[in-house]
């Protein structure tokens, strides 16, 4: 008697010889990114601790990627191609937001028992972090400092510090529909954090009372605004996890902690496009 196979005949056809061929495991590295979890205490919750923050820097390497990619669209007035980044950057930083409730099923005694373990690492120290901040036009000079250990790490630190954020590229696309932006503006060092301006609070109140005409730019903003509005709820859920865990003690690395995630909760990256809704 024949034994009929019952397993799904997709599933059957699957070519199992990869002698010649790229595996699913090559192709993403997994021996080197599964070999990454290098616990330096024997308790149990360090390895969470460890993969929260790979994850979250694997997520940030993806917003760069995308907010990059929309600063040359932008510039080259390819402004849908850089809705379906910034769209993705959004969507991105959900993950990373969710990621801080999984973290926060880290007691504060189990975090003591491998906290000393870390050194003087500190999530203050993420570079990616810092380009993304770099991307959004927030800069100070002192930030380059902590990278100088690393010379090839910190010349890409200081050409990304260089480089124009998304905002200014934004503005410049106001510009360039005709809208008066100040020349001081559109000169401006880009190596300083912006700050916000009258022409431009003028130029997108325009944007924002006639729709119709500036849909594009419209857009634009409200794109900008998700990605800070997801920012800030990022941050938000850092400090009340870092204050879950460790309350107001000082931070690994000697940061200060939670005092100094509150204060950067009142930052705002593209000041005009928040004020604006007060104007409406």
Do not use: V
């Given at each position: 008697m024949v034994k009929k196979d019952h397993r799904d005949p997709t599933e059957a056809s699957i070519h199992t010889d990869f002698k010649n061929n790229m595996t699913y495991g090559e192709y993403l590295s997994l021996d080197k990114i599964l070999a990454g979890q290098n616990r330096l205490s024997d308790h149990h919750d360090e390895m969470l601790f460890i993969i929260i923050h790979q994850v979250s820097e694997l997520w940030m390497k993806l917003i760069l990627h995308e907010l990059r990619g929309a600063i040359k669209a932008i510039e080259n007035d390819e402004l849908s191609t850089a809705f379906k980044m910034l769209a993705r950057v959004s969507k991105t930083q959900t993950q990373i937001i969710q990621a801080w409730d999984v973290l926060s099923t880290l007691t504060p005694s189990e975090y003591m028992q491998f906290r000393d373990s870390l050194g003087q690492a500190s999530g203050f120290q993420s570079y990616q972090y810092r380009m993304i901040e770099f991307a959004l036009g927030y800069k100070t000079p002192h930030v380059?400092?902590?990278?100088?250990?690393?010379k090839v790490l910190h010349e890409e630190l200081k050409e990304a510090y260089q480089e124009p954020g998304i905002y200014d590229v934004a503005?410049?696309?106001?510009?360039?529909?005709g809208l008066p932006i100040d020349k001081e503006v559109l000169d401006r060092d880009v190596t300083e954090t912006y700050r916000k301006n009258d022409s431009v609070m003028q130029a997108w109140l325009t944007v924002y009372r006639d729709v119709e005409t500036y849909w594009d730019l419209y857009e634009l903003a409200e794109k900008l605004v998700d990605i800070e509005d997801w920012l800030q709820q990022w941050r938000f859920r850092h400090m009340k996890t870092v204050e879950r865990i460790i309350g107001f003690k000082k931070g690994t690395g000697g940061s200060s902690g939670v005092g100094y995630l509150k204060k950067v909760l009142d930052h705002r990256f593209f000041p005009e496009l928040w004020d604006i809704r007060t104007e409406l």
């Open positions: 380059l400092k902590i990278y100088e250990k690393d503005i410049k696309a106001l510009s360039g529909a």
